[in-house]
């Protein structure tokens, strides 16, 4: 409990035994009492108010510490309506000598939070953030709140959680903010804390002092962290744009159950392919999975997709439209102004009521202050619907943007097909222009695009062959070797596919071996098999045909009487059959076969 507390309210006991109005007293100490609480802006009346009403028990009934409670409790939640209550800052922020929130003196600090912001809008990533905060070797300012040290400023290395609490701390964006979150406390007296929605919060109030974002980047921050959080629900959205290949990673659904797809990478020569899968009944019922769609395809269908429709005719026209609707939202943010500038009217209207009630006519004041805070109500509740109605409005695009959106159509093609372009930043491009695609896929791939702004396309996509079909040879180059093969050996048919540019089916250059696997799968009789086809003897069969030996059929062969032919690479020999009855092929002893001259035989026979 607050010793402060405790202190005042036996202070004010004290007084309360010689002192008739003590009433009066306690109602002053309630009016001008400050809750003491963290950075956060939580609200904890143990801190303060339970302290003044220990010093206060034992002095009066538990009715009337009740009702002191709530008058301390009323007063500090008035003057955090306002946004006059003090509380502890965030490290970054401090109070200046006139009680006014300033940017810390220590420039630091400043560049150190600073540096956050900026490493958070080039990543997109807390956990990015906290890992380039550790590579380069940087500390992070730490405010000490306890202990001996309290007060004083600490480095220490950057964490995971400290990030997330300075990105949704609005008081770095210039905003008041009370109430974010409430005590509950157990049944075994332990408290803890609950996060309360925005349009729950006691009061926010923006541009009451100086910060470090402004509140447009601070939304744009929250919803950023909102994507990346619901990247870990069982839904699996979006989350932040990483270093895989897949351009499609948490945007892509399935077109059969309408779950969110993960992704799956496979390397094929040497190159990162994804795979597009549902797979939430696989996980949870064990059963198969929904569907597979092959990344490859859709990834480069999604690039042209965004290089066809980001052309100058499609941003002049998206400028248009983006002119009209800023006329109208600027008609519709006029009259919720005028909304919020009547309330607060009449919340200053009936806070002056009650300033000027006398203070010993307690049901007028009553009365008078519950009208005050019904107004001051009223009046957050016309913030609230005002800043919503403002942020879902579209922003008004100033002339330096329109010409920066006009080079983006010749800018954009040149950015995407940089090989040096990290696919993280292709990813976080595609962000930008799409909201999801749903995948479907039948005989076909079926994408149905879905753009920012409500614009849909639909794209099919051919099914990419399966592995074992991409190394399958391309059937001009199986046509080309049966007519190679018809005069050629494996080897003299590579040389001659390699000569006319084919590959194989792993790219690769053809050698015999390839040819020979390639003419076994597609059932091509190889150059043997096409002479022995022709009539072609060996030179076995020939020289029992011929009845000479084998050696004789060389020698007629050498002397150009026989005519063969190279069967295979081995240098195997078939030959053709000599016609019936050739005079040529006989023996003669002694009379080499180079001087042999043939003689017409005579009718008349010898004389």
């Known amino acids: 409990m607050g010793r402060a507390g405790i202190v005042l309210g036996l202070e004010v006991s004290r007084l309360a035994r010689n002192n008739a109005d003590w009433h009066r007293l306690l109602q002053i100490c309630a009016m001008s009492a400050t809750l003491i609480c963290d950075e956060d802006g939580l609200y904890d009346p143990t801190d303060f108010n339970d302290g003044l009403l220990l010093g206060l028990k034992g002095t009066m009934s538990e009715a009337e510490l009740h009702f002191i409670r709530a008058r301390l409790v009323g ?8 946004g006059e209550l003090q509380m502890g800052l965030p490290v970054g922020l401090v109070y200046d000598p006139a009680g006014k929130v300033v940017l810390d003196p220590d420039t630091g600090v400043q560049q ?28 992070f300012p730490v405010r000490v709140r306890t202990g001996s040290h309290k007060g004083e400023l600490a480095w220490m290395p950057l964490q995971h959680w400290r990030v997330l609490r300075t990105l949704h701390n609005p008081r770095y964006a210039g905003a008041f903010a009370y109430g974010r979150r409430r005590d509950r406390l157990a049944a075994n007296g332990k408290k803890s804390y609950q ?61 059969r159950c309408g779950r969110r797809m993960t992704v799956r990478y496979h390397t094929r020569r040497g190159v990162e392919i994804p795979d597009y899968q549902c797979q939430n009944r696989c996980i949870q019922d064990g059963a198969q999975r929904c569907q597979t769609v092959p990344g490859a395809g859709v990834d480069a269908a999604i690039g042209t997709l965004l290089l066809d429709t980001l052309t ?39 806070r002056r009521r009650y300033l000027a009630v006398d203070p010993d006519n307690r049901l007028v004041a009553d009365s008078l202050e519950a009208d005050w805070n019904d107004a001051l109500r009223a009046l957050q509740t016309a913030r609230e ?43 976080r491009m595609v962000r930008l222009l799409v909201d999801d695609v749903t995948l479907h896929k039948t005989d076909r791939i079926h994408l149905h695009v879905r753009l920012r702004g409500g614009q849909t396309t639909s794209l099919a996509v051919a099914i990419p062959p399966t592995s074992w079909q991409a190394r399958q040879t391309r059937p001009d180059t199986v ?14 048919a590579a040389d001659a596919l390699n000569a006319d540019g084919h590959r194989s089916g792993e790219n690769k250059p053809f050698t015999a071996s390839i040819v020979v696997h390639v003419r ?33 059929v060389k020698n007629w062969t050498k002397a150009g009487i026989l005519n063969s032919h190279k069967a295979n690479d081995k240098n195997e020999q078939l030959y053709e059959p000599p016609a019936p009855g050739d005079s040529s092929l006989t023996t003669r002893q002694g009379s080499p076969l180079r001087k042999r001259v043939h003689t017409q035989p005579t009718t008349g026979g010898a004389l």
């Open 520 to 552: 076994r799968k597609y059932h091509l009789p190889s150059h043997a098999d096409r002479l022995r086809a022709q009539g072609l003897l060996t030179i076995t069969e020939l020289a029992q045909r011929l009845r000479v030996h084998p050696s004789t």
């Open 479 to 492: 046509a080309a070797l049966d007519r190679l093969l018809d005069t050629h050996t494996d080897a003299a």
């Open 385 to 427: 619907d005002y800043e919503r109605a403002s942020a879902a409005a579209a922003a008004a695009l100033t002339d330096q943007i329109k010409n920066q959106i006009g080079s983006l159509a010749t800018d954009f093609p040149a950015i995407w097909s940089n090989p040096h372009t990290p696919q993280r930043d292709r990813k």
């Open 75 to 82: 007063g500090q939640l008035s003057k955090a309506r306002r």
């Open 112 to 139: 150190a939070i600073q540096h956050l912001f900026t490493l958070f809008a080039r990543t997109g990533s807390a956990r990015a953030t906290v890992q380039q905060f550790t590579a380069d070797g940087l500390l």
């Open 312 to 350: 100058p005719h499609a941003l002049e026209v998206a400028l248009t439209v983006q002119a009209e609707l800023d006329s109208r939202a600027a008609e519709a943010d006029a009259l919720r102004r005028q909304a919020v500038e009547r309330a607060r009217h009449r919340a200053d209207l009936a």
């Open 195 to 255: 996060l309360v929605p925005r349009e729950q919060w006691i009061a926010l109030i923006r541009d009451t002092h100086p910060g470090y974002i402004s509140w447009e980047t601070y939304e744009t921050n929250q919803r950023l962290l909102l994507g990346n959080a619901t990247a870990h629900g069982q839904d699996r959205a979006a989350g932040p744009a990483r270093e895989g290949t897949a351009l499609l990673q948490g945007l892509a659904i399935c077109g």
